[in-house]
């Protein structure tokens, strides 16, 4: 079995800065150009999710209720802040660890990706 070594987003964009080449714009560390259609940003979140990570903006909750509860997903996910030992959370109403959640959400972003753009 091989061992492949994960690259961190940091790594990716490592060496990757805007730098003025001539009367253009470019990356220091490739052959990006500004006058592409690609903005910089653009490129650096491509370069991060050539790595395998992705990049998304999280859904705002609407702050504790009355009880101390914070609901994500219209309900379905909640958020119970009024612990002895700190926050729990809830999916339909069976408490989950948080790693549960990040492997799940990480789940769901690569089905999205493979629909997305097809199988590897």
Known sequence: MSATKQITPEQAIDGHELERIGHDLGCTGCNWSALGDESFAAHLVR???????????????????????????????????????????HINGVEVRPNYLRRTAAEFLAAARLVEEGLP
């Open 47 to 89: 370069l991060i999710r050539e790595t395998g990570h992705e990049i998304v903006r999280l859904p705002e909750d609407e702050g504790e209720d009355y009880y101390g509860q914070v609901w994500l997903d219209e309900g379905d996910i909640r958020v119970d802040c009024t612990g002895t030992h700190g926050r729990t959370a």
